[in-house]
């Protein structure tokens, strides 16, 4: 088992979660891991990180999978012009490479916002740290465990 599952493990032991760690075929995307799960596309929680453009600090945007970060909204609601966030920075700051960020078992403490799509289901999915692996948590539960705040900052995906 990867480091980074391991680590995710023990972040959902910690905030007394059950651990509902799912190995799926690919969950690169949300289409694809709702695919994988049978899920709404919309239970797949995105994680998205942007950086503070002033100190390159990772902030952390709980996406419904159907919806994607609006910058300028994450910004406002941020207090911080936001960036994109390289590789490098997200795999220093996370622990994790893009594709496979979990929004528990962070390196280091991360400034979270979730979207308020996310809390219309019963249960979601979140990344485990692997492009392969998920997790289901409530979004109460996701909330508390992240101490994230639940704003807008969305734009929904126009379908082609």
């Known amino acids: 088992m990867s480091k980074s599952l391991t680590r995710v493990r023990a972040a959902l ?4 979660l059950r651990e509902t760690i ?3 075929s690919d969950a690169r995307t949300a289409q694809d891991a709702a695919a994988a799960i049978g ?6 929680a995105k994680s998205i990180i942007f950086a503070r453009q002033d100190d390159g600090q990772a902030i952390l945007f709980l996406t419904a999978g159907g919806n994607q970060v609006d910058l300028d909204a994450a ?3 941020a207090g911080a012009q936001l960036g994109k966030a390289d590789a490098n920075a997200v795999r ?4 994790f490479a893009i594709g496979g960020v979990s929004p528990l078992g962070h390196l280091t403490p ?9 809390t219309e289901f019963t249960e979601i999915w979140a990344a485990a740290a692997t492009p392969r692996h998920v997790f289901t948590v409530a979004p109460a539960d996701l909330i508390r465990a992240t101490n994230a705040q639940v704003v807008d900052f969305t734009a929904e995906i126009k379908k082609m």
Do not use: H, S, W
């Not at 899920?39 to 797949?44: A, L």
């Not at 220093?92 to 622990?95: E, M, S």
């Not at 991360?110 to 308020?116: L, V």
């Open 39 to 44: 899920c709404d596309v919309d239970q797949i």
């Open 92 to 95: 220093a700051q996370t622990g």
């Open 110 to 118: 991360i400034r979270c916002f979730m979207d308020p799509r996310l």
């Open 22 to 24: 799912r190995e799926t």
């Open 75 to 77: 910004a406002q609601v």
């Open 13 to 16: 032991a910690a905030a007394q």
